[in-house]
């Protein structure tokens, strides 16, 4: 990419916040203390951190002096309308009920519509979202389309569900309560659902008269690549296009700490009039009352602005053209990564960046480990530790290590340090040794798993330049 294609901010900053440098030395004690699991890392050992793009962003100014109208009202808060009233113009969704993050909204609708023995087919399940499904008994079924699969294709709707696959899971025997599709699709490399599929989707689920709802954590960026890649959508805003998929569900779940701008919010959305009142009686129980639901009001008033400036063209391009940055410089390396870059960040592809590792050797976090042992750069496996084969029947393995990019939060040169990062470390991949766990959490391993060094190498010891 020349440099006048480097992605330009469409923003300049008013408050900075000192990035630590650990040394080497640091970073070694920090992965032992941390039992070489990221998450038990601190924000004080890490250079940059990739984690996750979940709550992680910048607020804007505007954002900012929308907290000082906060009106904490237990009932009725002047800052619940004004949410209510962006989402609901947005979506065309009446019910509007605020959560406190993504995971209590799917709460909701789950123990709402599942029942065990129920099947809940999605295009590729989020890990709080399956472990959901599993939580009310039921089992859910990943139906992406095999492109989804492959990392090297490069298909330009790796989201889009399987239809004749769904037709075949809605043909029963199991009831299926509800139809989910995640938009992008964030286990499988922040992909795009096309307009064209989620048509196909609707009218199958409609068929079967199974309600269809969507994981719309990402919507936006979503929106935004259908308008680059999807014939006939070229000239139309994101807005536009979100409001053709919304029109296609019946509601919706969201993380708002995604494409809603905030750092911490959801809410789960819904025409079915019924269907709201078990709702907000579950979000009375679990939450807070339904006109703040588990929030400060300051934030629903902070989260209605968020979703609006997500939904901007210069947003957008700067941060889809923030991934790309980062896939280009990957490939002047010839570092593999999943193809083609997707919408918040960019994910390595472990199978053939660390060939020689085993799966039980867990080359995912092996990774995940050797890159933040070489620039304290913090990412995510997204493989066999997050996902355990035998957690979903008929899961499909992809090995991945995610680079998640945090909005509006790190600059061009931040970007290049990484790429400098994960350049060095595949420079000397042959020498990289696995892990082994030595805990394993019964739900969602991967938050709270132990692990140590394992292999012909010792990666304690000092590598690199
Ligand atoms: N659905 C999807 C597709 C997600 O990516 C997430 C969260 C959730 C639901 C749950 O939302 O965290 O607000 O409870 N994803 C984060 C991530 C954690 O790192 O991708 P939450």
Same mark, same amino acid.
């Given at each position: 990419?020349?440099?006048?294609?480097?992605?330009?901010?469409?923003?300049?900053?008013?408050?900075?916040?000192?990035?630590?440098?650990?040394?080497?030395?640091?970073?070694?004690?920090?992965?032992?203390?941390?039992?070489?699991?990221?998450?038990?890392?601190?924000?004080?050992?890490?250079?940059?951190?990739?984690?996750?793009?979940?709550?992680?962003?910048?607020?804007?100014?505007?954002?900012?002096?929308?907290?000082?109208?906060?009106?904490?009202?237990?009932?009725?808060?002047?800052?619940?309308?004004?949410?209510?009233?962006?989402?609901?113009?947005?979506?065309?969704?009446?019910?509007?009920?605020?959560?406190?993050?993504?995971?209590?909204?799917?709460?909701?609708?789950?123990?709402?519509?599942?029942?065990?023995?129920?099947?809940?087919?999605?295009?590729?399940?989020?890990?709080?979202?399956?472990?959901?499904?599993?939580?009310?008994?039921?089992?859910?079924?990943?139906?992406?389309?095999?492109?989804?699969?492959?990392?090297?294709?490069?298909?330009?709707?790796?989201?889009?569900?399987?239809?004749?696959?769904?037709?075949?899971?809605?043909?029963?025997?199991?009831?299926?309560?509800?139809?989910?599709?995640?938009?992008?699709?964030?286990?499988?490399?922040?992909?795009?659902?096309?307009?064209?599929?989620?048509?196909?989707?609707?009218?199958?689920?409609?068929?079967?008269?199974?309600?269809?709802?969507?994981?719309?954590?990402?919507?936006?960026?979503?929106?935004?690549?259908?308008?680059?890649?999807? &014939? +006939? *959508? !070229?000239?139309?805003?994101? @807005?536009?296009?979100?409001?053709?998929?919304?029109?296609?569900?019946? =509601? %919706?779940? #969201?993380?708002?700490?995604?494409?809603?701008?905030?750092?911490?919010?959801?809410?789960?959305?819904?025409?079915?009039?019924?269907?709201?009142?078990?709702?907000?009686?579950?979000?009375?129980?679990?939450?807070?009352?339904?006109?703040?639901?588990?929030?400060?009001?300051?934030?629903?008033?902070?989260?209605?602005?968020?979703?609006?400036?997500?939904?901007?063209?210069?947003?957008?391009?700067?941060?889809?053209?923030?991934?790309?940055?980062?896939?280009?410089?990957?490939?002047?390396?010839?570092?593999?990564?999943?193809?083609?870059?997707?919408?918040?960040?960019?994910?390595?592809?472990?199978?053939?960046?660390?060939?020689?590792?085993?799966?039980?050797?867990? &080359? +995912? *976090? !092996?990774?995940?480990?050797? @890159?933040?042992?070489?620039?304290?750069?913090?990412?995510?496996?997204? =493989? %066999?530790? #997050?996902?355990?084969?035998?957690?979903?029947?008929?899961?499909?393995?992809?090995?991945?290590?995610?680079?998640?990019?945090?909005?509006?939060?790190?600059?061009?040169?931040?970007?290049?340090?990484?790429?400098?990062?994960?350049?060095?470390?595949?420079?000397?991949?042959?020498?990289?040794?696995?892990?082994?766990?030595?805990?394993?959490?019964?739900?969602?391993?991967?938050?709270?798993?132990?692990?140590?060094?394992?292999?012909?190498?010792?990666?304690?010891?000092?590598?690199?330049?």
């Amino acid at each position: 990419m020349p440099d006048s294609e480097l992605p330009f901010e469409p923003y300049r900053t008013k408050v900075v916040e000192r990035i630590p440098n650990p040394s080497r030395e640091e970073r070694e004690k920090a992965l032992d203390r941390a039992h070489y699991n990221l998450f038990n890392l601190t924000s004080d050992e890490i250079r940059i951190d990739l984690l996750t793009d979940s709550g992680t962003g910048a607020m804007s100014d505007r954002q900012w002096a929308g907290l000082m109208v906060g009106d904490e009202t237990y009932a009725g808060s002047r800052n619940f309308a004004r949410f209510e009233r962006v989402v609901r113009s947005m979506t065309g969704y009446p019910h509007v009920l605020p959560t406190h993050q993504g995971r209590a909204a799917e709460n909701l609708l789950f123990s709402a519509l599942c029942r065990p023995g129920d099947v809940v087919p999605n295009n590729m399940h989020f890990d709080t979202t399956q472990a959901h499904v599993l939580h009310q008994g039921a089992k859910p079924v990943n139906l992406a389309v095999p492109e989804a699969y492959d990392p090297n294709s490069d298909f330009p709707f790796k989201g889009n569900v399987d239809v004749a696959a769904l037709e075949q899971v809605l043909r029963g025997p199991d009831p299926v309560p509800l139809v989910m599709v995640t938009i992008t699709n964030n286990t499988g490399g922040g992909q795009p659902v096309s307009l064209a599929n989620l048509r196909e989707v609707a009218r199958v689920a409609r068929a079967h008269r199974t309600p269809l709802y969507l994981d719309m954590c990402r919507w936006a960026e979503n929106a935004y690549l259908v308008r680059e890649r999807e &014939p +006939g *959508q !070229a000239g139309r805003t994101p @807005l536009e296009i979100g409001r053709d998929f919304f029109d296609l569900a019946d =509601g %919706a779940t #969201m993380s708002a700490k995604k494409d809603g701008l905030v750092n911490i919010g959801g809410f789960v959305a819904t025409r079915d009039d019924g269907l709201a009142e078990r709702l907000k009686e579950l979000l009375i129980l679990y939450e807070g009352f339904p006109t703040y639901g588990g929030l400060a009001r300051r934030d629903l008033e902070a989260l209605a602005i968020g979703l609006e400036e997500a939904t901007e063209i210069d947003y957008l391009e700067h941060r889809i053209a923030q991934v790309r940055f980062l896939a280009d410089r990957l490939d002047r390396a010839g570092v593999p990564y999943f193809r083609p870059p997707g919408g918040h960040g960019i994910y390595l592809d472990v199978n053939r960046f660390l060939p020689h590792l085993p799966p039980e050797e867990l &080359p +995912g *976090q !092996a990774l995940a480990v050797e @890159l933040y042992r070489e620039g304290g750069v913090r990412t995510v496996e997204i =493989g %066999a530790i #997050m996902f355990p084969l035998e957690s979903v029947p008929g899961r499909r393995s992809i090995e991945l290590v995610r680079l998640a990019i945090p909005r509006r939060t790190y600059s061009v040169s931040h970007l290049a340090y990484v790429a400098d990062v994960i350049v060095r470390v595949y420079a000397r991949r042959e020498q990289i040794g696995g892990l082994e766990m030595t805990y394993r959490p019964e739900r969602l391993p991967h938050f709270t798993a132990r692990f140590r060094p394992k292999g012909a190498t010792p990666p304690t010891a000092p590598h690199g330049p």
